[in-house]
């Protein structure tokens, strides 16, 4: 039984027809925003690639942690990809794996941002004032892509 169905077949409907309906509707937006957001994941990343082997071959400063930076967006949408994967599990133990790989996936975020706010702290301490100042507007402001 879909994870879904027993949801929706919890509360009283009009008909089978219309859950079943409902249900592949549903499952079908899933399927679609999955691919989305892992289209757009892997989009960002071959982006995110090409901008840093450009900015390495050109010796710009700071090519990790602009790297980093966009990896971490990437890891975001892929993280979101499996969220929305939550929606079309089959089973209980469907759930678990997908609830596990939620954690793993939100682990590798914190882990990365950390220790991007740590080498950006390493990197302004050897920095003068006026450049630390650049470097954190630009490592901690919004995403900008």
């Given at each position: ?11 009283p409907q009009?008909?089978?027809e ?15 925003g ?28 700071h ?22 994967r ?6 209980f ?27 950006l ?19 901690t ?5």
């Amino acid at each position: 039984m879909n994870f879904c169905a027993g949801i929706l077949n919890a509360a009283p409907q009009e008909g089978p027809e219309q859950v079943g309906l409902l249900i592949q509707l549903l499952e079908l937006l899933a399927y679609v925003g999955i691919i989305m957001f892992e289209l757009v994941a892997v989009l960002l990343m071959i982006s995110a690639c090409v901008q840093a082997l450009y900015r390495f071959f050109r010796r710009r400063r700071h090519t990790v942690l602009y790297l980093r930076k966009r990896m971490n967006v990437s890891l975001l949408f892929i993280l979101c990809s499996e969220i929305l994967r939550l929606v079309t599990a089959h089973s209980f133990s469907e759930v678990i794996v997908i609830f596990c790989i939620v954690l793993i996936h939100a682990a590798i975020s914190i882990l990365s941002n950390w220790e991007t706010m740590r080498e950006l702290k390493l990197y302004a301490s050897i920095l003068p004032p006026e450049e630390q100042e650049e470097l954190f507007r630009s490592h901690t402001n919004d995403i900008d892509l």
